[in-house]
């Protein structure tokens, strides 16, 4: 934290301004305090970053509590929390990320409308090692300008089933094609089933009103031995819905999972 000639950080719960030579300099007219004169509190402080834990934190590899934005889970310091640099390349890292992904949906669509192609690829990527949840991240993507996105998952072999599901969601109401009766409590608003080739395939569509409450999904299960077609609803609007999850739950989906979404334009 110190060098012979520099204060490097402080971290003491003061009003001094940074000086060199390990004191902090009070322009007030208190005169100098150097870090050994300083109370144990403001020691201890500076000893171990100042973090108490709270409700909601998360822990990161210094052992400290850092709060962390909603969406994208970037660094939200406190008063008494230390800065490290590291916190700041993670969280630059992100950002890029996140800037990388919504300049090349804005170069699809615009490439497509240019083209009259009016079914834009939004989404395009495959696993590269077996888990058994994949969520993808629909914040800051703009869905607004499409009738209904479609969604097409497809597993390797070994996979027997899968779910969908919005947000963390696990309660949905369903309608399966040819039956009037409601189907309560299901746990997912799509599943994905084996098929043929024994690999677990899902193919559903998403569509809202303009303005509208609810995301409409209307799933196809493609099993090997029947056919299923299932609408279910959730409430919220597809522009609203935070991210989506493929859950494989006791069934790991394999690596070389693929994901595709693509939005059919207005």
């Known amino acids: ?20 030579r390990r004191e902090c300099r009070d322009f007030s007219g208190a005169g100098v305090w150097s ?14 970053g100042g973090k108490r834990p709270r409700p909601g934190g998360i822990l990161n590899k210094r052992g400290d509590f850092l709060n962390q934005t909603n969406n994208y889970q970037l660094c939200q310091w406190d ?25 090349a949906a804005i170069a699809a669509e615009t490439e497509a409308r240019t083209a009259g192609d009016f079914r834009v690829r939004l989404l395009d990527m495959t696993t590269t090692e077996s888990q058994s949840e994949i969520r993808v991240n629909l914040t800051g993507l703009d869905l607004s300008p499409y009738c209904w996105v479609e969604l097409l998952a497809e597993c390797p072999p070994s996979v027997q089933s899968f779910e969908l599901r919005f947000d963390g969601v696990t309660s949905y109401t369903g309608w399966q094609a040819g039956d009037s009766s409601a189907l309560t409590n299901l746990t997912y608003a799509g599943q994905g089933v084996r098929d043929n080739d024994g690999g677990g395939m899902l193919c559903c569509r998403l569509r809202s009103r303009p303005g509208g409450s609810y995301t409409h999904c209307m799933t196809e299960a493609l099993g090997a031995s029947n056919y299923r077609l299932l609408h279910t609803s959730y409430g919220k609007n597809l ?18 999972s693929r994901i595709r ?4 334009l207005q």
């Open 79 to 103: 008063g008494e929390d230390r800065i490290l640099r590291t916190d700041f390349n993670a969280d630059n890292a992100k950002i890029d990320a996140a800037i990388a992904d919504n300049a």
């Open 35 to 48: 870090f050994a004169s300083a109370p144990a509190e403001a020691r201890r402080r500076a000893g171990t």
């Open 261 to 264: 979404m693509y939005g059919v």
């Open 239 to 256: 522009n609203s819905i935070g991210y989506f999850t493929l859950y494989g739950g006791s069934d790991p989906l394999p690596a070389g």
């Open 1 to 20: 934290m110190w060098n012979k000639n520099f204060l490097v950080s402080c971290t003491f719960p003061c009003n001094f301004s940074l000086h060199s």
